[in-house]
Every structure is written in C-alpha cells, then in structure tokens.
C-alpha cells in the first residue's frame, strides 16, 4: 500500500522559507512522477510542481518556478519541496501525490495520480 506522508509545513512571515518534504513508502518509485499540489481556503487544488522519480526532470508552474523548487533524493524515497520568498497568497495546505502512470505531458493535471498523502498547512503571515 503506498503511502505518502508530508512533513515541513508551519508558519511563516512573509519573506521567508519553507522546505516541505514527502516521504514515500509502500511501492517502487522509480517509474513514478511526483507533484506537490495546494489548496487555499475556497480553492480548488493546483498544481505547483512535479519531477520525474528515475530522471530527475522537473515541472514546475509558471507562477511559482522562479521561487519554488522540487528534488528528490532516491536513497530515502523523499521528495522536497523548497519554497522562498513566501507570500501570504502561498497560504494553502500543500499536498504531495504519486503518479504510477510515469512521466507525461499530463503531470500538471491532478487527476493524473493516484495516491495523495494527507496535506502539511502553510501559513504565511504579512
């Protein structure tokens, strides 16, 4: 049964850094894409960021790249996600998600995975 469990959320003041991390655990990753997904109060989810569990390649939104940034570390079957210069707009419970389906042109697209773990709240304070 794969699980996957976030960690790192908490509170922060506007300006600072936030490093999320998912630990994955239950199955073989390597031909899995990964995302970190968001949800604010109100909101549907969207998509924030994927990489690829055997390559390594990345996908991150547009509107978050420039601060944002996903990686993993095989060894521990973690994937992070590193968040700088946070603004109260980034408050949402973040969410990590497995794809068995691999690497694709649909990582963006939520409906492309199939295990999520249970969310980590961020909250940014002005």
């Known amino acids: 049964q794969v699980q996957l469990v976030e960690s790192g959320g908490g509170l922060v003041q506007a300006g600072g850094s936030l490093r999320l991390s998912c630990k994955a655990s239950g199955g073989t990753f390597s031909n899995y894409a990964m995302g970190w997904f968001r949800q604010a109060p109100g909101k549907e989810r969207e998509f924030v960021s994927a990489i690829s569990w055997s390559s390594g390649n990345r996908y991150p939104a547009d509107s978050m790249k420039d601060r944002f940034t996903i990686s993993r570390d095989n060894a521990k079957n973690t994937v992070y996600l590193q968040m700088n210069s946070l603004k109260p707009d980034d408050t949402a419970v973040y969410y990590c998600?497995?794809?068995?389906?691999?690497?694709?042109?649909?990582?963006?697209?939520?409906?492309?995975?199939?295990?999520w773990g249970r969310g980590t709240q961020v909250t940014v304070s002005s």
């Open positions: 998600a497995a794809s068995s389906g691999g690497w694709g042109p649909s990582v963006g697209d939520r409906n492309e995975y199939d295990y």
